[in-house]
């Protein structure tokens, strides 16, 4: 079968497209024939070894996956041969078959395509735990999105406003936040322009933030979290920007708030009966035609170095999908 494989750890010009044999199905476990294959951030932390797992090398990357089970492993009851799926597993999804573990595997409602599956699971999984869970985001509270371009901050927008909130989206580029404004934000923050705190004073009359969805990091960390009300949430989503920023203790002190990490991947991991009711509520939002994922581009499976090089340079708004 085709992969694109990570020999060694490096930059995405470094992959290479190459035969490997395929997969052998193990116990507990199915083999997927992908048709799709959404590209998130972590993807380019993987295959630069710089994620929370690594795997062994060599390997493919792509962790978010649609496509047709070709097998089934002892134990596996739920799913069968010729089943439509989507499945999260980790690594290996840049490649023609990937096996994956049936439990992080969910059946395809009727009607959806494969583009759209390979587009939900991450970026509103991630998203809507961080919201629902993490922050307990509730009605008329406001909720600010920085990197709100990206995948899970695109997902945070369209979330935030399905759970009643105000949403302020927060971006680098006025392209990126026209595809907010559309997905629904009620106001809009261009922070290589702007002054984000100002604006922030501006648009909440002085009251602050609620709830801030972050998974940028970098310089915007200090003064968000500066402009947050009082019992306000911080979540520590990711940091696209690069560094870890610091912050200032006392702040949350002062304004009685909370900084509240988010890692859907071990919540997912270590809370599969509340991981499933979210997916449930996401699949219900989507049938329901609330949620429809923007896709940036679909990339051939030779081409899926230049989604992960966009994703890197931070060119990518909504979602990116390799299509086989």
Request: glycine share 10%.
């Amino acid at each position: 079968m085709k992969a694109l494989i990570c020999q060694q750890y490096g930059l995405p010009d470094t992959l290479f497209l190459t035969e490997i044999p395929a997969p052998v199905v193990s116990k507990g476990r199915i083999l997927i024939q992908v048709k799709s294959c959404g590209v998130n951030f972590p993807d380019t932390l993987i295959i630069q070894g710089k994620y929370q797992f690594k795997p062994e090398l060599p390997f493919s990357p792509g962790g978010e996956v649609a496509g047709i089970v070709l097998e089934v492993g002892e134990g596996v009851e739920n799913l069968k041969k010729g089943d439509k799926v989507f499945a999260l597993t980790g690594w290996g999804g840049f490649a023609e078959i990937v096996e994956a573990d049936a439990f992080k595997t969910v059946l395809m409602p009727e009607g959806m395509d494969f583009v759209t599956a390979a587009s939900v699971m991450y970026t509103f999984g991630t998203s809507y735990h961080a919201l629902k869970n993490r922050a307990q985001l509730k009605p008329n509270e406001t909720l600010l999105v920085l990197g709100a371009g990206g995948g899970v901050g695109l997902a945070a927008v369209v979330l935030g406003k399905i759970m009643g909130a105000n949403v302020i989206a927060a971006a680098s580029t006025d392209e990126k936040l026209a595809v907010c404004k559309l997905a629904g934000a009620n106001e809009c923050i261009n922070y290589a322009t702007e002054n984000l705190r100002e604006r922030i004073h501006e648009i909440t009359q002085g009251r602050g933030i609620d709830v801030v969805y972050d998974p940028v990091g970098g310089d915007f960390t200090e003064p968000a979290f500066r402009s947050i009300a009082w019992k306000g949430r911080y979540l520590v989503v990711g940091f696209a920007a690069g560094n870890i920023p610091q912050l200032p203790l006392n702040l949350a002190l002062l304004k009685g708030a909370s900084i509240v990490g988010v890692f859907w991947g071990a919540f997912a991991a270590k809370e599969v009966s509340e991981s499933l009711t979210n997916f449930k509520e996401i699949l219900d939002f989507i049938q329901k035609g609330l949620i429809k994922p923007h896709i940036h581009a679909q990339y051939s499976l030779e081409n899926a170095h230049l989604a992960l090089t966009e994703m890197m340079e931070r060119k990518i708004i909504g979602k990116a999908v390799v299509v086989l």
